[in-house]
C-alpha cells in the first residue's frame, strides 16, 4: 500500500490531526512521522505531555502495522519516557520487529531535534483480515 492511501486511511484519525502530527514515510513494516511542537502540547510543568508523545508513537506504529493494506489493531502497548522535551520538533520512527499471520510487533523510537531519545515505544498488534478503508 503506498503512502497516499495509508494517509488517507489515517486522515480519519481526528485526534492525532488536531494534536499536529504528520505522516511522513510508510513503507511494509516501518513508518515515520513528526509533531511539531506548540504551546497546547505542554503539561503544567512546561514540558511536553506524555499523552502527546504516546499519541505521536501510536500513529507512527498504527500507520507501520497497518502497512501492508489489510487492518491491524493494538493489543498491548507501552512507552519509557527517556527525557522531557519541551519546544521544537519531536521524530518518530516505528520498525517491525516480528510478523506472522495474526500477530505483528513493532518498536517506535520518539527523538527531540537534537537526535536524543525522549522515549521508547513498543507495540503488539493483531493483524484481521480485512483490508484498509481508503
Known sequence: MDIENIQRCLKND??????????????????????VLHPYHQNGLGTVQGGAIFTLADFCFAAACNSYGTVAVALNVSITFMK??????????????????KVGAYAVEVKDDQGDLVAQFQGLAYRKKDKLPV
Open 14 to 35: 481526528r485526534f492525532a490531526e488536531r494534536t499536529n502530527i504528520e505522516l511522513l514515510t510508510v513503507t511494509p513494516g516501518r513508518a515515520t512521522a513528526k509533531m
Open 84 to 101: 522531557a522535551a519541551t519546544t521544537g520538533t519531536l521524530w518518530a520512527e516505528a520498525r517491525e520487529v516480528s510478523k506472522n499471520f
